[in-house]
């Protein structure tokens, strides 16, 4: 065998007599093991007669098969030993030892069978050589590749994903992450045994020869004595006793190894079986069955069955257990439970039964789900429900019993064809298969069905378009193959959806439920039904094959052979001519289209005329989505709508027609030639009829619920009963109307020919309560309320009060509530509570159950309940030809009036008006009305009727706004409710103290002509009164006002445009003729609307558009064509502007009315009345406009009409005036403008001053986003705009730059930035309030405030500019503009004015001041640190001289201590300041003086002695400066050092320092550069202003170098660019991103020492730079340190020591004076020693001492 050779070189193997290994590099060896076992996908090594040591777990396995499985799972178990019969241990350990009873297992790689082959699989290793380069996608094409090429392939080698290679030879190496697979022996699998193939080898003890290898194996699998078989020629074929192979050239071996077991899943009838091979059942009893198919109907039939056995073709037996026992060539059917397919699988469903072992930690919440999750998951094999939404999946199939749970036994993938189901299982083939090929599977399972199951088991796939028909059921693996196992027959479901009792139920047959509700017996279907309706527990009824009704809790129907189930669905709905099952709570699966549906009718309506539409769900008021799916999942307060069957109205019934069915029994043998007359004599006996059937061209009543497929029938399932319930006004009240329904009692003798005439005389009439239609036109009066059905009949049930809001009519009833509450909201007012309930479908009604609280009802039916009101839901009600109409969509009435036709319907209501028999409209289609004289409604989803009612009310209505708010006058109405009992004579006051008063919801002028606070918002009819209700916050834009509703959106979209901004969606709002207003639904996101209906989705804001306004003199003007406004004054305007102007400065005066041609009167009194010359103006509110400005870097907000408090000083003829003293003033908070001049003030308590424009000063100007913030220190804003902590200012910006809700940001800590919805600032330490301002443009160093819909006043001049830029630059150049109007596209004016009015086509530019270029950074001078500011000056002279040159001055300020810092003033002139306060101002700069300058870690600190800083960075105490310095130069967030005793050094994350005598504080300056012996301090984005030459240097190096040789011109180097370097001259410096500029300053001094020695004596050297000595000995020159050195010695005395001239050029020295020289060094003798001598070490330490100082050796010397 190959296992046992060992490769010794290529091509060449030896056989070994040792199993002892030694290390050789390039040979390989296989040492034999144990016979071989593989199992479980594992090689075994068997070892007979041994024991393995150590236990790993304590469990004793029964069987062999079942030890290897569980170590085959485990990585921890090595192995398994056979300890007995029956009695197998896992073991921890290999090590063995000899045992005569035992048998030992140990494990080895794992094994992958495919492709005929074993594959061992090795992790971390590759293939040494590959085969060739081809790349394999998948395992399984590199295997099949590598098979057929056996001869020459050693196997897989997998790289990374999509990556697999052929290998070849047989050596490896290591590699992470590869994965070979090596092939080793060839196997074969036949006769339910896996056999090893070896070629070119011969088996020993031959038991018998066969003709074919098929028979031998066969006899070689019933043989215990049998290991294998050996193919000897073609047709000899020897079984053997031997397993071990021996060569035997021409012959091949075929091993016998382990049995291997299949299984799948099928179904017959109402049952799964799962089907085992090869296993028989136990408890096998009766007599032999010669077909499956005949035991499979036995097995069905009897109750003791528990599955069969196939013992052979032919050979059939029942079985009482379900204990399985292999059996070769054996197969075991278990009847697994009723069948469920589920996900294109089958299901086997045990009630009362679970399974054990969890595959995964989740609770799915449906069965599908559950099912989906099982199947992709490898571990689990079913799933048990536990309880209701909990089903969980689990790893074992056993069931066991558990009450009130069950489970589902996963079986296999199953389809349905040719009238059978089909199991599916890939990699397989039958034993036998027939020799006709079938090019298609369809071919193929056709006629393996002809054929029968009994000589046709399924369908083979041998590759594409190769198909043979199975001969033999037994089944073996073959990875090349797929099958198809033919099941029962397919069981065929009829489904019928029908509405009785208010529910919507599916009939299904023949299926069952589960959960017997008691032990009554019913003996109809109705009766059952009935039963099941009002039971709350019931979910179901189930006929029995004895034709006896039981209910059900149980809702899911399973096969259930001769039964027929009803499952109670929902609720049921009935509309488009379909049933609809009503599902609270939930929302159904994936959407079908994207249509949003504002109402639920049209969404019905939609879905019922689209094929694929299975639903409808209510996702929120006024959206509705169709839905492809019926699949559902919770979702409280949604509602969902489920398609059912098509019905028709017929006879005051619904009947669902279901064509190519027929009911199985008549109800009488009468036979009717229409389906009306059958249907009619259905009607009358619906108690026992169960619907019509068509039979042969006739009808029949039919009874009982069977019902078949029969193609020629169509049958009509009889439902619920129609009922109609609308309302109309009849005679000044409120009808409501039932159909079919009848009124009893007698009010008098009379019968009435209309309905208007029967209201009146109802009315007119004391005992009557209402009237009832007893045919056409025939109206009884009656004196009970009490409703009957009755078919043909409608009774009108009158009702007292009524109320009309929103379109919709709502009867009244005093001292009563809704019986039944609908949902769980309360609200504040009627009008909202109206609102909600008109939104849905369920809600009936409401009640107010106590002041300020309504809530709304789901029943008509009403409780007497002192101090409540009820409100019942009616119908859409309008008016035309002063009568009221009821709407009623989806209905027709019975009986035309006449075929004339009307092509529009205010025509048709005129005629239908005039007409007394006519008791409405009904609407056919696009212009098709019709009138009729039959108040009798009838269901057609393609007409409206408009039911004719009593006379119609007028009345006025109009917006205005006042105090903020949007009013809706409405005339003559009066509101409910008393919220204050003071009584105003104006309504101004009125409406002023109402807007201040949250429990008002309104206002009346009541017949005294006082004005009346109200807490009711829903007027009623209320002669010579007048009422304004209170909308929400009003908005005026466009010449409209807006109603602000929050959290509400408005339905119907009026375009298809997304707006990005509440300007341009209001702006189109105003031009399209069906947008009624607009809704904000989300950040930048905003939709014009066609409703104003309003839904509530949180987060959304909805603007109602209401009357168009005016604005001027600071007030908002509301036009009324056609009317006239109060009581006119004396005085006639010609023109409107001078009458607004008169009005705005009237206290008394409520508006004006233009009269006539200039003739113009304002008014006092609030009444609108009719006069069709004339339009009223009606003052509202103030017309508020607010915008901020830029100035000197500081940020003002200016509003009108408003002016501060507390003026003072001297008025200003022009804004920049103001703005330059305010700025320079701390008193000055803000300032007035009047229209003509400013004044300052020392207060911002603000009131409202028509004319007037207040203009506050903010804080520090921040742009960021193209928008102005005011940054407030020491101060926040309120109101998260979002739950995101932002780590940066510029994150936080852009978000808040991007939504209208978002008025700023602040900064709440380090890295701590919060978006927020407030504008208004408070108090809070340390934190950063940065207010949203006006965007703004920056154009010519100028800022300007961009206002969109506004314009400013007055022209400059005549000239209109095309662009903005160049009106902005012509506006710059006159003293006259103070900004810019965009009036149109390529249309600007420049404007003198400086306040703003509202223009909603345009824009105004406000000119601010021009851009402030700030500079800052830290240098050093002197021995000081100074602070770099530009643009700013210092107060207080610390001398009287003026100073010619920056250092000049900084050197001075240095030796002054009165001295604080410098100014320049100007050009060459510098003065030392007194004080360190810093004010802007524009030309000049500062240098602020610091501490004493101490230079580490390439910055400048500013040592300031007895200070500490306040605030901790970090928690850490360090024990050096220079550590503590390191540490805060490396993080931005720290500014400074705080030395706080000894040792102990603090990082400070502010410098805002306090005297402490024991402390020392360094605070944190620019980053420094050394450089060319001076000190250059780096300042990021900036430039020189002036560069002192033109000359470009390549390098900074270059540029240092040449700026410290010419110190006393320049001032530093410009970066500009890679490879650009200039030199800069003076202390101006402009922005320049990306630039830097590196500014010289003080010279970088340092020291040093050395030793140097001869052989007598050491000398000691200090070594100073940039220095030179006096006394310089010039003529001889030393080249090298050495030299020096040696000269300096050798002088014994004569030289001080040298200076260094430059590199290789020294001279000795004389002097000890030392002086500053950049680029020198001045080295000087400091003493002389002799006690070192020669042997101390080499005679000069550091010889490049003058170049790298720092890397002296310091501890080899130690120096005294």
Not at 64 to 79: D, P, R, V, Y
Not at 1028 to 1035: H, M
Not at 1260 to 1287: C, E, I, P, R
Not at 1481 to 1507: E, H, L, Y
């Amino acid at each position: 065998s190959v296992s046992e050779l060992q490769r010794e070189k290529a091509s060449t193997y030896r056989l070994n007599s040792s199993s002892t290994v030694k290390y050789s590099k390039t040979r390989s060896v296989w040492v034999k093991g144990g016979a071989v076992v593989k199992a479980s996908g594992v090689n075994w090594s068997k070892k007979t007669k041994k024991s393995f040591s150590g236990y790993y777990s304590s469990t004793n396995y029964k069987t062999l098969a079942l030890a290897l499985a569980a170590c085959a799972k485990s990585s921890g178990c090595k192995g398994v030993t056979k300890e007995g019969t029956g009695k197998y241990r896992l073991n921890s350990s290999t090590t063995s030892k000899t045992n005569t009873a035992s048998t030992a297992y140990s494990k080895g790689s794992t094994l992958v069978i495919s492709n005929d082959y074993y594959w061992t699989k090795v992790s971390d290793y590759k293939f040494k050589t590959n085969l060739s380069t081809t790349k394999y996608t998948t395992q399984a094409l590199a295997l099949a590749a590598c098979a057929s090429k056996s001869s020459t392939c050693s196997g897989v080698t997998y790289v990374s994903k999509g990556k697999y290679y052929l290998g070849k030879g047989d050596s490896f190496k290591s590699g992470s992450g590869y994965t070979t697979y090596k092939k080793t022996s060839e196997i074969k699998s036949l006769n339910d045994y896996y056999w090893t193939v070896y070629s070119d080898y011969t088996l020993s003890g031959a038991i018998k020869s066969y003709k074919t290898l098929a028979l031998a194996m066969a006899a070689c699998t019933s043989s215990a004595t049998c290991n294998g078989v050996t193919t000897h020629s073609t047709s000899v074929h020897k079984t053997n006793t031997a397993y071990t192979p021996a060569s035997g050239s021409g012959k091949t071996a075929y091993v016998k190894g382990s049995a291997y077991t299949s299984s799948y899943a099928t179904r017959y009838e109402s049952h799964m079986y799962m089907v085992h091979q090869p296993y028989i059942l136990a408890g096998a009893y009766g007599s032999k069955i010669k077909t499956r198919t005949a035991a499979f109907k036995a097995c069905e039939k009897a109750s003791a069955c528990k599955g069969f056995n196939r013992y052979g073709s032919g050979n059939y037996k029942l079985a009482k257990k379900t204990t399985k026992t292999q059996t070769v060539g054996a197969s075991a059917y278990i009847k697994s439970g009723t069948s469920i397919i589920s996900g294109g699988r089958l299901w086997g469903l045990y009630e009362g039964y679970k399974l054990s072992g969890y595959a995964d930690t989740t609770k799915y919440a449906t069965d599908a789900k559950a099912f989906t999750a099982c199947t992709s998951n490898s571990k689990c094999k079913g799933v048990t429900k536990e309880a209701s939404a909990n089903y969980r999946i689990n790893t074992g199939s056993t069931a066991s019993v558990k009450k009130s749970m069950e489970c589902y036994i996963m079986g296999s993938s199953v389809t349905t064809s040719n009238g059978y189901y089909w199991a599916s299982k890939s990699s397989y083939e039958f034993d036998t298969v027939g020799s006709t090929k079938y090019t298609t599977l369809a071919d193929a399972k056709t006629a393996c069905v002809k054929a029968g199951s009994a000589k046709c088991p399924g369908v083979s796939k041998h590759g594409s378009k190769e198909y043979y028909l199975g001969s033999d059921r037994n089944i073996h693996p073959n990875s090349d193959y797929s099958i198809y196992l033919m099941g029962g027959a397919e069981v065929t479901v009829t489904t019928v959806s029908i509405s009785y009792g208010n529910y919507a139920w599916k009939m299904k047959k023949p299926m069952h439920l589960s959960g017997k509700l008691g032990t009554t017996k019913y003996t109809t279907r109705n009766k059952a039904l009935t039963a099941c309706a009002a039971n709350t527990r019931c979910n179901g009824v189930t006929k029995n094959p004895k034709g006896v009704y039981y209910m059900y809790t149980g809702s899911t129907a399973r096969p259930g052979s001769k039964m027929v189930t009803y499952i109670k669905e929902g609720k049921s709905h009935m509309a488009s001519k379909t049933i609809w099952t009503v599902k609270s709570d939930v929302v159904l699966g994936s959407d079908y289209g994207s249509t949003k549906y504002t109402s639920l009718a049209s969404a019905l309506e939609a879905c019922a005329a689209a094929s694929g539409c299975k639903g409808v769900s209510k996702i929120a008021d006024g959206n509705y989505k169709l839905k492809g799916t019926t699949t559902t999942t919770s979702s409280t307060g949604k509602k969902s709508y489920i398609q059912g069957s098509s019905v028709t109205e017929y006879d005051d019934y619904y009947w669902t027609e279901k064509s190519g069915y027929q009911f199985d029994n008549k109800l009488a043998k009468t036979a009717y030639a229409t389906k009306a007359k059958a249907m009619d004599a259905c009607s009358v006996k619906a108690a026992t009829c169960s619907g019509v059937s068509k039979i042969s061209k006739k009808y029949y009543a039919m009874k009982g619920s069977d019902i078949s497929v029969k193609s020629s029938s169509t049958s009509y399932v009889i439902g619920d009963r129609v009922k109609i319930t609308s309302y109309i006004i009849l005679g000044a009240k409120a009808w409501s109307v039932h159909a079919p329904y009848a009124l009893s009692g007698a009010a008098d003798k009379k019968t009435y020919t209309t309905v208007n005439k029967a209201g009146d005389a109802c009315v007119a009439n004391s005992k009557c309560v209402g009237f009832t239609r007893t045919a056409a036109n025939k109206f009884s009066l009656n004196t009970k309320a009490t409703l009957t059905e009755k078919t043909s009949n409608i009774a009108y049930v009158k009702h007292d009060k009524y109320v009309t809001y929103n379109n919709r009519l709502w009867p009244k009833f005093s001292g009563y509530k809704l019986s039944k509450q609908y949902g769980s909201t309360t609200y504040t007012t009627d009008s909202k509570a109206m609102t909600a309930c008109a939104k849905s479908t369920s809600c009936k009604g409401i009640s107010k159950i106590a002041t300020k609280k309504y809530i709304l009802g789901s029943t008509t039916t009403r409780t007497k309940v002192s101090k409540n009101v009820a409100y019942l839901k009616g119908d859409e009600i309008a008016t035309s030809s002063s009568l009221h109409w009821t709407k009623k969509s989806g209905y027709a009435l019975n009986t035309k009036q006449s075929t004339k036709k009307y092509t529009d319907l205010s025509s048709a209501k005129v005629a239908c008006a005039a007409a007394a028999t006519c008791e409405g409209v009904v609407k056919h289609g696009t212009k098709k009305y019709y009138l009729y004289k039959d108040v009798k409604l009838v269901g057609n989803d393609d007409r409206i009727t408009y039911l004719k009612g009593g006379d119609e009310v007028t009345f006025t209505t109009m917006t205005l706004t006042n105090s903020n708010y949007v009013w809706t006058y409405k005339n003559p109405y009066k509101l409910e409710g008393v919220a204050s009992k003071t009584a105003y004579t104006t309504r101004d006051k009125a409406l002023k103290a109402c807007a201040a008063m949250s429990s008002c919801n309104g206002v009346t002028k009541a017949a005294d002509k006082k004005f009346y606070l109200k807490t009711g918002s829903t007027p009623h009819y209320g002669k010579g009164q007048t009422s304004y209700i209170k909308g929400g916050k009003a908005v005026s834009y466009g010449g409209y006002v807006w109603t602000t509703k929050s959290n509400k959106k408005l339905s119907g979209y009026a375009d298809t445009t997304t707006y990005t901004s509440l300007s341009n969606a209001l702006k189109a709002c105003k031009k399209s003729s069906t947008c009624k207003g607009v809704t904000k639904e989300g950040t930048n996101k905003y939709r014009i609307n066609s409703s104003t209906t309003t839904s509530a989705v949180t987060g959304y804001t909805g603007y109602t558009k209401g009357s168009s306004t005016e604005t001027t003199n600071s007030y908002v003007w509301t036009p009324k064509s056609k009317y006239q406004l109060g009581t006119p004054g004396k005085t006639v305007y010609k023109t409107k502007a001078l009458a607004a102007a008169a009005c705005a400065k009237s206290s008394t005066c409520t508006g004006y009315t233009k009269y006539g041609d200039a003739k113009y009167k304002i008014n006092t009194g609030s009444d609108v009345s009719s006069k069709s010359t004339s339009t009223a103006y009606v003052r509202g509110g103030y017309s508020k406009t607010s915008h901020t400005l830029f100035y000197s870097d500081t940020v003002f907000h200016a509003c009108s009409p408003y002016k501060y408090a507390d003026a003072y000083g001297s008025k200003y003829s022009s804004l920049a005036k103001v703005l330059d003293a305010c700025e320079g003033a701390t008193k000055c908070l803000g300032f007035n403008y009047d229209g003509s001049n400013f004044q300052m003030t020392s207060s911002t308590t603000k009131s409202a001053a028509v004319g007037y424009v207040a203009y506050k000063k903010g804080g520090d100007f921040v742009s960021s986003d193209g928008y102005m913030w005011d940054h407030q220190k020491n101060a926040k804003l309120t109101g998260y705009y979002n739950k995101v902590t932002y780590t940066s200012d510029a994150k936080a910006y852009a978000v808040c730059a991007g939504s209208t809700s978002c008025k700023g940001v602040t900064k709440e800590a380090a890295k701590k930035y919060r978006a927020n919805t407030g504008s208004t600032t408070s108090t809070s330490k340390g934190m950063h309030a940065y207010i949203q301002g006006d965007p703004f443009v920056l154009y010519s160093k100028y800022y300007w405030s961009e206002v969109e819909g506004y314009t400013l006043s007055g022209y400059v001049s005549t000239t209109v500019y095309k662009s903005r830029d160049k009106a902005m630059a012509a506006c710059l150049t006159s003293s006259k503009c103070h900004g810019v109007t965009k009036e149109a596209t390529s249309n600007y004016r420049t404007n003198t004015g400086y306040t703003i009015s509202e223009s909603s086509t345009r824009t105004a530019y406000i000119k601010g001041g021009a851009k402030v270029n700030y500079q800052s950074y830290s240098t050093t001078y002197s021995s000081y640190t100074w602070t770099f500011k530009f643009p700013h000056t210092l107060s207080g002279y610390a001398d009287a001289v003026t100073y010619k040159t920056r250092k000049a001055a900084l050197k001075a300020c240095a030796s002054n201590s009165k001295c604080l810092g410098v100014t320049k003033e100007k050009a060459s002139t510098y003065r030392l300041n007194s004080s360190s306060t810093v004010k802007y101002s524009k030309t000049r700069s500062v240098w602020v003086k610091g501490g004493a300058v101490v230079k580490a870690s390439g910055v400048n600190w500013s040592k300031k002695t007895k200070k500490s800083f306040s605030g901790y960075y970090s928690s850490t105490n360090y024990k050096t400066l220079a550590l503590a310095l390191a540490a805060c130069a490396k993080s931005s967030g720290c500014k400074g050092v705080t030395k706080e005793g000894t040792g102990k050094y603090r990082l400070n994350s502010s410098t805002t320092s306090k005297t402490n005598t024991a402390s020392t504080a360094y605070s944190k300056g620019s980053t420094l550069v050394i450089s060319n012996d001076y000190y250059w301090t780096k300042v990021s984005d900036y430039k020189f202003k002036t560069n002192l030459s033109t000359t470009k240097y390549t390098t900074q190096a270059l540029a240092l170098a040449a700026c410290a040789s010419k110190s006393s011109t320049c001032s530093g180097v410009t970066y500009v660019s890679k490879g650009k370097y200039y030199l800069g001259k003076g202390d101006t410096k402009s922005s320049s991103t990306g630039a830097h500029v590196l500014v010289i300053g003080s010279n970088y001094k340092k020291y040093w020492t050395y030793i140097h020695a001869d052989s007598t004596k050491t000398w000691v050297f200090k070594a100073s730079a940039p220095y030179t000595m006096n006394k310089l000995q010039t003529k001889k020159t030393y080249t090298t340190v050495d030299d020096v050195n040696d000269a300096v010695m050798a002088g014994k005395g004569t030289y001080t020591g040298f200076t260094r001239i430059s590199s290789s050029k020294y001279q000795l020295n004389k002097g000890t004076t030392q002086t500053v020289s950049v680029g020198k060094v001045a080295v000087k003798v400091i003493g002389v020693y002799s006690s070192y001598g020669a042997t101390c070490g080499p005679r000069t330490v550091e010889r490049n001492f003058l170049e790298m100082p720092a890397l002296l050796p310091t501890k080899l010397w130690a120096l005294p």
